[in-house]
């Protein structure tokens, strides 16, 4: 203590000096404010805590010209939301799969992410479990859109590598530094302090009594371990394939748990108080149970009475009826620790990319309705349970809202021996129970070194309006060697040092001996194998980000210790284990995904043939007024929609979503332009539109080459889109009852409202123009568009909402089921769009020369429309009746003659045709008669008969075009009446 009060003299003495020469000369210091979460326990960051450290830094920077002018203060960012906000995100995760969050921890979330936007705080002190953990290759938009925030925060956080060098942080441990680092380079934090669980008791406690210890070897017994492998592990022999190798061989003196699950290894906690008869504890628990290794049941074997089983030293337990253990179970993150602890001492520390480890791991927490193995993986949660019950010796519901601070007090005041708490507690622990009751206390680890870590890392705010320069060098003196030494000889705090590299330093040496060294050798113990909290849940590259897990699971958790629902536990914990699903792939064929396959060869033969049917006939009456060529380029894209139904199912990488995006806009423009151009062909002619000038732009080439403009400039849009807002990976989260991968950018929003508004515009068009048509369109199919198109859009959306929603254990056969929906629905389409015509076609034949699509010497009905109304309104087309009379043809009246009429320009070329083929006739007679003459002049009559009959059909022909100048729109109304009769 002697050299505390040193520090205190000659800070003190410097802060005068310096508090004078300010006012001196009158210059203001500049605040460097620095903001940190509130504390869980008043020991920490008190007023003297941050006085001394203020007045450390103040002292260093007495003789720098540049930091002498700056001053630090500390904030803490409150826990509780100001706002509804909160209550508004708890409700939307609400009702799918019960969904609840710590809204504490989201009110501090929400408190840093507003401070980090803005410049009123320079340095921000945060833990590990902070620091990237919105970070996911496959991003939760929906945390996103509720805490208001784009991808990761390390965009409001400034680069230390631009200003220091890794000699300037070399005293930090590489392991804690490396875990402030964004993609193995960028370093966003520097180490602060470090922590860690640990369980204190007095001294007269005997530990191999309490029932925590007892309840948690007994769990691992091998007649209680789970096996990791379904297959080939049995209860009584549990696996080993790769826990042990997943273990650093050469930093770790102790063995592995995993080699002897039923003794501890005491070299490994030499250090550690009372690890040496919690192991002699262990070896004579076991060997009944070996012998024994009775079969697990669904029956918890925690349901006996405490009296049934082989605890040492019983007596200890009754004559202190106190030895519960008291744990703050209010406090979230402690309840998440206490439930990792459990399991890695069960199953060792995770590495991240084992991917052996975690598939061992999940498939304990996967619940089928056909698993045999249920209860016993149930049985991995009501272990866990049964633990804290016996340890508390309380109820749940008390001992769920047990904070940090009331436990610590509890243990103070000797209402209970045993605490889990953290390792920076120790020195005031100790302090206040030995200067109260002259007790000691021992720190010591949970059975091993598997104890949660915590790290603190300073940040600089990037927003902040201080030259970034000077923050950097406060923050480099904050996490200084001297000033981490300085804090834990005075508070407690653990330093971040690396104690193997520095063994040689005076200070550090110092440190060691500081105690009788138990922080040195705590810490070294603990290096072997920590726990990384955030680690632990990165399974691979698509596992979620750690927030949702920190936001969800300590609610489930203590959901469960409360009302002991193993199967919802089950499901929000796998939750975090669950890749995402790939149900078209070939690593994941089952006898429904090659029927899948099977389906889509089949519509795809389908379409093809229809296709090719539709093409060949393209010249049909039947089918050439509904634009054949258009109708291909529609079941095109009805084609390429079922095409792209297995990619959306199965998104993996975000190439797919560019391919997907191009490949949608394909798809829309293929379907809507054609049905557009369709309508908007017939709605030009009988609107009288189309003058003479622009009566040839609606020939179909023309349209054609419009549709494909539109085309490419669609696809140009799409490319311009995903280069300025590319897309990402993202999922629904607990939205969904698995983590379904789907595509995602940052303006996705705007850009579908662009792309809605765009077709809603181009469909309202579509329907204005139908419905201006009147009867025609019922004539040419065209109120089937709407159909066709309102399918198209429903499908879409509802197969988004079913893939969102399915059930995980059904989800391949329900996906089968909504592809087979899917399927069914646009042979549907394209049966409303073609199918009808060309069963006519087939079935009902025209006759034979009535049309020529080769040389095209006979008019086709879809060349021209009649343009003109009758007085009654009605379109002449719509007169059905094959036989027309010449006085239901009167009511027409003409504005003027076909000849001078330029929306007939088809019409009249036609009869163009005809008369020139008349005269053909004609001439070819004439030649015919005269050889008659020649070769028959004997029969001068006959021939005489002959002539006159030929001139008779010449008048004939006459007649006829007399007919067809006098009476073309009667001509007209019949001849498309035959042929649409026929249709």
């Known amino acids: 203590m002697a050299n505390f009060y040193i520090f205190l003299y000659i800070t003190i003495f410097y802060s005068l000096k310096l508090l004078y020469s300010s006012k001196v000369y009158g210059k203001e210091l500049t605040k460097v404010n620095i903001l940190m979460k509130k504390p869980n326990i008043n020991i920490h960051y008190n007023d003297e805590y941050f006085d001394t450290l203020k007045k450390y830094i103040e002292a260093e920077n007495i003789s720098n010209p540049i930091l002498k002018d700056y001053e630090l203060t500390f904030s803490f960012c409150e826990n509780i939301p100001k706002d509804n906000s909160t209550r508004k995100t708890r409700y939307l995760y609400k009702k799918p799969n019960a969904y609840a969050f710590d809204s504490e921890y989201a009110g501090y979330l929400r408190c840093m992410i507003q401070e980090l936007k803005n410049s009123k705080y320079d340095m921000m002190i945060v833990d590990d479990r902070f620091l990237f953990s919105e970070n996911a290759t496959v991003r939760n938009t929906f945390l996103e859109t509720h805490f208001k925030y784009e991808k990761n925060l390390t965009k409001y956080y400034l680069n230390y590598n631009e200003y220091i060098n890794e000699t300037d942080i070399q005293h930090h441990d590489s392991y804690l530094l490396n875990m402030a680092r964004a993609n193995n380079h960028e370093l966003f934090g520097l180490p602060y302090d470090l922590d860690f669980n640990v369980i204190f008791n007095y001294d007269y406690v005997n530990m191999t009594s309490f029932p925590f210890y007892t309840t948690y070897k007994d769990s691992f017994v091998p007649s209680l371990r789970l096996p990791l492998t379904n297959s080939t592990s049995t209860p009584s022999t549990p696996s080993t394939s790769s826990l042990s190798t997943s273990k650093p061989s050469t930093s770790t003196p102790s063995t592995s748990i995993h080699s002897t699950s039923t003794q501890l290894s005491s070299t490994e906690l030499e250090s550690i108080p009372s690890s040496s008869t919690l192991s002699s504890s ?46 703050a179970l209010g406090d979230d993150d402690l309840v998440l620790d206490f439930f990792l602890e459990y399991l890695t001492y069960r199953y060792g520390v995770p590495i991240p990319g084992d991917v052996q480890y975690y598939e061992q791991w999940f498939g304990n927490f996967t619940l089928n309705k056909e698993d045999v193995s249920r209860n016993e993986k149930l049985g991995v949660f009501e272990y866990f349970r049964e633990i804290i019950k016996l340890s508390e010796n309380s109820d749940f519901d008390t001992a769920l809202n047990v904070t940090m601070q009331q436990a610590y007090d509890s243990f103070i005041n000797e209402s209970k021996v045993i605490y889990e708490g953290k390792m920076s507690h120790y020195k005031s622990l100790k302090n206040e129970i030995y200067n109260n009751r002259k007790q000691t206390i021992s720190p010591h680890f949970k059975l091993d070194s598997h104890n949660a870590m915590t790290v603190n890392f300073l940040i600089i705010n990037k927003n902040s309006k201080i030259n970034p320069s000077i923050l950097v060098k406060l923050a480099q003196q904050l996490t200084s060697k001297n000033i981490q030494i300085m804090r834990g000889e005075n508070f407690g705090s653990l330093p971040t040092l690396d104690f193997e590299k520095l063994a040689s330093d005076p200070m550090v040496q110092k440190y060691c001996e500081y105690d009788e060294g138990e922080y040195c050798k705590l810490i070294k113990n ?29 609610i489930a958790l203590k959901n469960y210790i409360f009302d002991g629902d193993s199967i919802s536990m089950s499901k929000s914990y796998i939750q975090f284990f669950m890749d995402t699903k790939t149900i078209f792939s070939w690593s994941n064929m089952n006898h429904l995904i090659i029927l899948s396959y099977i389906v889509y060869i089949i519509f795809l033969i389908i379409m093809i043939m229809t296709m090719i049917i539709v093409y060949k006939n393209r010249k049909h009456p039947y089918l050439k007024p509904i634009s054949p060529e258009f109708c291909n380029i529609i079941i095109f894209g009805l ?26 806009i394909i798809i829309r423009t293929c379907i809507f332009f054609p049905f557009f151009g369709m309508t908007y062909r017939l709605y030009s002619i009988y609107m009288k539109q189309s003058e003479i000038n622009i009566g040839k732009k609606l020939q179909n080439k023309n349209l054609y080459f419009l549709f494909y403009i539109i085309l490419i400039i669609n696809i140009i849009y799409g ?17 969904s009852s698995h983590r379904i991968t789907m595509c995602y950018s940052n303006h996705f929003g705007i850009s579908s409202i662009i792309t809605v508004v765009y077709y809603f515009i181009l469909f309202m068009i579509t329907i204005y123009m139908i419905v201006r048509l009147g009867k025609t369109s019922y004539i040419y199919d065209e109120y089937k568009i709407l159909f066709i198109l309102i399918f198209v859009a429903l499908v879409s959306i509802i197969s988004w909402i079913f893939y969102v929603k399915l059930d995980i254990n059904n989800y391949t056969k329900n996906t089968f089921l909504i592809y087979i929906m899917i399927t069914g629905l646009h042979l549907l389409c394209s049966f409303f769009l073609v199918g009808i015509r060309i069963i006519r076609i087939m079935t009902k034949p025209i006759e034979e020369n ?35 009379n010449n006085d239901q043809n009167s009511n027409i009246v003409d504005d003027e ?78 001849y498309n009446n035959q042929n649409i009769n026929k249709d």
Request: aromatic fraction near 6%.
């Open 282 to 327: 262990s070896s004579t628990t076991t060997p009944s149970s070996e012998s024994s290794s009775p079969t697990p049941t669904s029956e918890s074997p925690f349901s006996q009475d405490i009296e049934s089983r082989n605890i040492k030293n019983k007596r200890d337990l009754f004559e202190h009826p106190n030895i519960s253990l008291s744990v």
């Open 526 to 554: 603990l290096k072997y194998q920590p726990i990384d909290v955030k680690r632990m849940f990165n399974k691979n590259g698509k596992s979620p980000s750690f927030l949702e897990a920190r936001l969800h699971l300590p």
């Open 639 to 664: 084609t390429l929609n079922i095409t792209l139904v297995p990619i959306n199912a199965s998104i993996k990488s975000v190439g797919q979503c560019y391919l997907k995006s191009i490949g949608s």
């Open 719 to 735: 490319i311009l889109t995903n280069f300025v807002d590319p897309p990402f990976l993202m999922t629904p989260g607990y939205f």
């Open 850 to 884: 009535s049309f020529n699509t080769l040389d095209g010497t006979f008019v086709d009905i879809s060349d021209f429309v009649p343009l003109k109304k009758n007085k009654k309104g009605e379109m002449a087309l719509l007169n059905k009746n094959e036989k027309v």
């Open 897 to 974: 003659t076909i000849l001078n009429n330029p929306n007939n320009i088809f019409f009249n070329m036609t009869l163009e045709r005809l008369k020139n083929l008349s005269i053909s006739n004609f001439q070819k007679n004439n030649n015919n008669n005269n050889n008659n003459n020649n070769n028959n002049n004997n029969n001068d009559n006959h021939n005489d008969n002959n002539n006159n009959n030929n001139n008779n059909d010449n008048n004939n022909n006459d007649d006829i075009n007399n007919n067809n100048n006098n009476n073309h729109k009667n001509d007209n109304n019949e």
